[in-house]
């Protein structure tokens, strides 16, 4: 009968130890599939944000290369306006006296805000009023 009582006693521990050995591997195995699942979405996470920096670089690189092209466009304005300014001041009043002959100004107007002579005055008035 001891004998008898022993045999149940250690197959009631091996079921026992069996259910919870079960119950561990089960545990394991959703916890693997959680992080199975987690590792995907950080994987996911980084290859989005890879994409987001692509972007961003790429952008930069536009942005600068479009900055490059600015500075050669701006950069022989200042020449320019130099030159603008040591212009002879003469060619200014013929292109501003072909403008008021075309307004309808006298010879005696344009040798007045012009400074031009009475005799360039009115070849100004002659060519330009046609």
């Known amino acids: 009968m001891i004998l008898e009582v022993a045999v149940i006693v250690l197959f009631l521990f091996w ?4 259910a919870m050995f079960l119950a561990y591997i089960r545990a394991q195995k959703q916890i693997s599939a959680q992080q199975a699942q987690g590792d995907a979405q950080r994987d996911q996470r980084i290859k989005d944000l ?3 920096v692509d ?3 790429n952008g930069n690189v536009r942005m600068g290369e479009d900055l490059h092209e600015l500075r050669a466009i701006v950069a022989p304005l200042p020449d ?3 030159q603008l300014e040591q212009r002879d001041p003469t060619s200014l009043s013929f292109a501003q006296a072909a403008r008021l002959v075309g307004m309808g100004a006298s010879v005696d107007e344009l040798t007045q805000s012009c400074g031009l002579t009475q005799a360039e005055a009115e070849l100004m008035s ?4 046609n």
Request: glycine fraction near 12%; avoid cysteine.
């Open 55 to 57: 972007n961003y670089q």
């Open 15 to 18: 079921a026992g130890t069996l």
């Open 80 to 82: 320019k306006l130099a």
């Open 50 to 52: 890879g994409k987001r």
């Open 126 to 129: 002659k060519v330009h009023k």
